[in-house]
């Protein structure tokens, strides 16, 4: 273990003594600002590590507060990679509802990092053996089971996970790492994010070897996965939360090859059908933008089905039809004006109807929206709000107007 490592670690210890607990509970809150003196302050009592690192975890708990909630965050111990890696609770408890509704009562989560997954395995009333390679990444996990009080049920072991026999378990779940690290379930960092899935760590084969071991497995993997690259047995399923696309799992031992969509809150599923592209029709009255989970699943053609609408162009994932209708699977917007994409022209236009507010989209389209918002509402020009698609329409490049449709 390097010099760094063996430090973060005893630090990481520190924090777990009554003297840490009482740091941790006395620094909740210091705004950045305040930082410097605060440790000033209380480096006259204490060792200067463990103020630095208990300070270091309050940021932590407050990055994390987005995933697992302000309740859970303020009493789990996190480290940096860990609260980038970790799987938000909703999605967690998602995945962890739909092995408790598959009868699974036991499972082997490699990979296991913080241990999030565990959490909400353990939740659902799941016993878990949960593995890591990286000392660090393990001491947090096995701290975060005892803290929220779920040490009964999960099992934390530093291991390589390819080391680990998994066939007393029910399933299998597997989180590889993403943006390096060593194999076996090591400690989760690196240069950048890994799009390639035999270059994760562990690689997707081993991962799906794994995952045939056990009568039922979900493997997390990006949601770029290329579709050629789902295993003939597996269902893939893409998952967001609240309209931001969070990830992939392949499934084993539930219906193999299917493609679902899953929006959360909800949740809100939707099953491909196999359907083929679907056509593409004039600009309509309203414009169906379907959630990043539905694009990346490639289930555009099931909902342009359920709206009995088309594509703008071919290339480019935007529903359109004549009819509002309610779709779960798409956000509806009613388009007021279609107009060849021109800078001036669209400034004009929004300074004619006192527009104050601008939402700018695109799909197809290689301008920046930062960029274009500056260029034609250097100022609010009144109370009016506008969302702008740029886009393409039977291959031009095109503006469409409008706002969101509440109503059907």
Not at 48 to 69: M, P, Y
Not at 136 to 156: K, M, Q
Not at 158 to 179: I, K, N
Request: hydrophobic share 40%; with cysteine; charged share 25%.
């Amino acid at each position: 273990m390097a010099d760094n490592d063996r430090v973060n670690d005893l630090s990481f210890a520190s924090l777990l003594t009554p003297e840490g607990r009482a740091l941790l509970d006395e620094v909740r809150g210091t705004a950045p600002a305040q930082e410097l003196a605060v440790a000033t302050r209380l480096r006259r009592e204490h060792p200067a590590e463990l103020v630095s690192a208990a300070l270091t975890q309050a940021r932590l708990r407050e990055r994390a507060a987005a995933k697992f909630g302000a309740e859970d965050a303020r009493r789990m111990f996190f480290t940096p990679n860990g609260v980038e890696q970790s799987t938000r609770t909703a999605v967690a408890t998602h995945r962890a509802e739909r092995m408790r509704a598959l009868g699974v009562t036991s499972v082997a989560d490699l990979c296991c990092g913080i241990g999030g997954d565990a959490l909400a395995l353990a939740r659902a009333g799941i016993r878990v053996l949960a593995v890591d390679r990286d000392p660090l990444t393990v001491a947090a996990a096995r701290a975060n089971a005892e803290e929220l009080g779920l040490s009964a049920l999960i099992e934390v072991r530093e291991a390589d996970v390819t080391e680990v026999d998994v066939s007393a378990y029910d399933a299998v779940f597997v989180d590889p790492a993403r943006r390096g690290g060593r194999p076996g379930g090591g400690a989760r960092g690196g240069s950048g994010r890994i799009f390639d899935p035999e270059a994760y760590s562990p690689p997707l084969s081993w991962a799906v070897a794994a995952a045939r071991r056990a009568p039922h497995a979900a493997l997390k993997v990006a949601p770029g996965i290329p579709h050629e690259a789902v295993p003939d047995e597996a269902e893939a399923e893409w998952i967001s939360d609240g309209g931001d696309v969070k990830e992939a799992v392949l499934w084993f031992g539930t219906e193999p090859g299917l493609v679902r969509a899953t929006l959360l809150p909800g949740p809100r599923v939707l099953r491909g059908r196999g359907l083929p592209d679907p056509p593409v029709h004039p600009v309509g009255r309203y414009l169906y933008e379907p959630d990043g989970a539905v694009i990346r699943a490639h289930l555009v053609a099931e909902v342009a089905e359920e709206l009995d609408g088309g594509l703008i162009d071919e290339t480019i994932a935007y529903v359109t039809a004549d009819e509002r209708r309610d779709c779960p699977h798409a956000t509806a917007y009613e388009i007021t004006d279609r107009l060849p994409f021109h800078v001036k022209r669209l400034k004009a236009l929004l300074r004619e109807r006192e527009v104050g507010v601008l939402t700018v989209k695109k799909r197809g389209s290689a301008v920046e929206p930062e960029e274009l918002r500056r260029k034609v509402l250097p100022k609010p020009y009144g109370p009016n709000a506008v969302t702008v698609f740029l886009t393409r329409v039977a291959g031009a490049p095109t503006m469409l107007l409008g706002h969101p449709s509440d109503r059907a």
